[in-house]
């Protein structure tokens, strides 16, 4: 299966695509979004009660977000529905839709741990 990387240029976020890079938007407000521009990583109690089979050992490591931008790789069915999103914020918003798709993939990254 086809992963598609994700790379930062310019202070534009883009994601390899089979007909050219895809671009996603700005990396500052993608950064804003998840709260600043490093993360630590966190397991909730619950969490570690219900999965005790989970690796917990990243727990307390920070990660620069924009290299976990730089790191992640997505499935061709998730380039297609981040293409089909519009790139204008929507009228008093401040992040696009693709943008807000892709910052959902990156909490969902950040918040599961480094691999």
Partial sequence: MTRYSTYVEDGTIYVEADDGPLVVGNIGSA????????????????????????????????????????????SGRFVETLAAHPTDPPEGEEI??????FVGKLLENLESGVD
């Fill in 96 to 101: 696009s839709p693709r943008l807000g798709l």
């Fill in 31 to 74: 950064v804003d979004a998840v709260g600043g521009p490093s993360w630590t990583i966190r397991y909730s109690e619950e969490l570690k009660r219900r999965h005790p089979e989970i690796d917990t050992s990243d727990e307390g490591l920070t990660v620069d977000v924009v290299d976990m931008v730089n790191a992640m790789t997505h």
